[in-house]
């Protein structure tokens, strides 16, 4: 551990976006002689509300894991994960997707917008799929889209966006629904790097302005340098937490020492 390291409560407390205890995630079954990968490895974690976290770690450390295992997207093979006050283990597969699409927002490298649609009509599909419309929805429409700085791209379609505008319409549309958390995994790996500023940019100003909880998985000390705190993995645990690190403590950090 270089820093704090997360708490080493027992049980999980609600007041934290999202809080892991003693996750753990095994793939492959060493009974048939398949290799074991243990992924996560009783990882505990707590990601307070209204901040911008960044996961950080070598490849293979387990980051995408740990996030699909946050987002109800992977089973964890053992240990607890309450996102929103809302216990995920023992839920259902509709419990689950319901779960997703009322709480969660997600982004990800590939923009995964719908080619035939508008950027408008984008950012309002998974709210409108949830259910969600009136005067809430236009009033939210209109706060994410002017702090994102889209208004002038709404009529447009995806292929008349550049990279970075488009990853803007993912944000929003992960933002538009009001999510207690928002998961972004690598958001700017396909962009350059002024887009890339824009859009991390952008995730930190719905954090500050709209009080979003963003989560981050990025393996860019640049994009890092966006977050509020940062979480390294190695090998399926925690190595350090750090709070606003400057470039050096980040490198130290990820590379196991202290800075
Ligand atoms: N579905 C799976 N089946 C078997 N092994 C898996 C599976 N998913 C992940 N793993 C293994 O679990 C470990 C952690 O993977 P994970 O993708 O979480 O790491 P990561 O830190 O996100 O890596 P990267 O930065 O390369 O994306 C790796 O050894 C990976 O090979």
Do not use: W
């Not at 990968?37 to 990601?47: F, K, P």
């Not at 991390?200 to 994009?223: I, P, Y």
């Amino acid at each position: 551990m270089t820093t704090t390291s997360a708490t080493s409560a027992t049980s999980v407390t609600t007041t934290s976006a999202a809080s892991a205890r003693g996750l753990t995630r095994t793939y492959g079954r060493g009974d048939r002689g398949d290799l074991v990968v243990h992924a996560l490895r009783g990882v505990d974690l707590d990601l307070p509300a209204g901040r911008f976290t960044a996961i950080m770690g070598p490849s293979g450390s387990g980051k995408s894991t740990l996030m699909h295992c946050l987002a109800g997207l992977d089973q964890p093979t053992a240990g607890e994960v309450v996102v929103a006050g809302q216990r995920l283990e023992g839920l259902t597969d509709d419990e689950l997707t319901r779960f997703r699409r009322d709480r969660v927002g997600f982004v990800f490298q590939a923009f995964n917008l719908l080619p035939m649609l508008t950027a408008e009509q984008n950012i309002r599909l998974p709210a409108e799929l949830a259910g969600r419309s009136g005067r809430d929805l236009r009033e939210r429409f209109d706060r994410v889209v002017d702090t994102l700085g889209l208004r002038d791209r709404l009529a447009h379609r995806p292929a008349e966006l550049s990279g970075g505008q488009q990853q803007r319409v993912a944000v929003a549309r992960a933002l538009v629904g009001d999510p207690a958390i928002v998961f972004a995994d690598e958001p700017t790996g396909n962009l350059d790097s002024a887009a890339s500023a824009e859009v991390l940019g952008f995730l930190r100003r719905s954090v500050r302005e709209l009080g979003q909880t963003v989560v981050m998985v990025t393996h860019e000390l640049e994009a890092a340098s966006y977050a509020d705190d940062v979480v390294i993995l190695g090998d399926g645990r925690i190595t350090a937490r750090l709070a606003a690190p400057t470039r050096d403590a980040l490198l130290a950090a990820l590379k196991g020492r202290a800075a």
